[in-house]
């Protein structure tokens, strides 16, 4: 296990939290600290292009072929989660916490679902004896509660 920093009284963001965590290998460009604040400041998974035009007020010089190379940085890295989405293009997500995320089939809206619980996947789940886990991808489907409302009113 790699020793846990002693927190300090000068507030660490997410980013550096997480690559405390992750060890000294990643190396942190401006643009990708840039890239990674901007997807923690959104809550809807937004795509390549969503991340590119939010940057874009904060480093008008980056260019979307930059933004995707620090979101594949960041994801190989596990700073940040690859959502994969059928027939479209992948989103991001950068919350830290253990989570799946949940797709509605009608309006392709992904949400994050936290567990209800404490929640460790390496109990949770009968994976093989000795298996370690590096990062998890559970996708839900489903309707979100907008979208099974409509659904409701329209089969009356
Ligand atoms: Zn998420
Ligand atoms: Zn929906």
Known sequence: MRPVPPKSSSKPTGLDCRMAVLGADVRLTPHRR???QVLAQSTDHPTAYDVFA???DRSPNISLATVYNCLEHLTTS???????????????????????????????????ALPTTDF???????????????????AVRGLCPDCA????????
């Open 34 to 36: 840039e890239v990674f």
């Open 54 to 56: 939010r940057v874009k």
């Open 78 to 112: 596990g700073a940040i989660k690859q959502v994969h989405v059928e027939r479209s293009q992948s989103r991001y997500c950068a919350n830290l916490h253990e989570h799946v995320h949940f797709h509605c089939d009608s309006c392709g809206q992904v949400s994050d």
């Open 120 to 138: 460790n996947p390496a109990q949770f789940w009968k994976l093989p004896n000795g298996a370690r886990i590096t990062h998890t991808d559970v």
């Open 149 to 156: 409302k409509k659904q409701s009113k329209s089969r009356r």
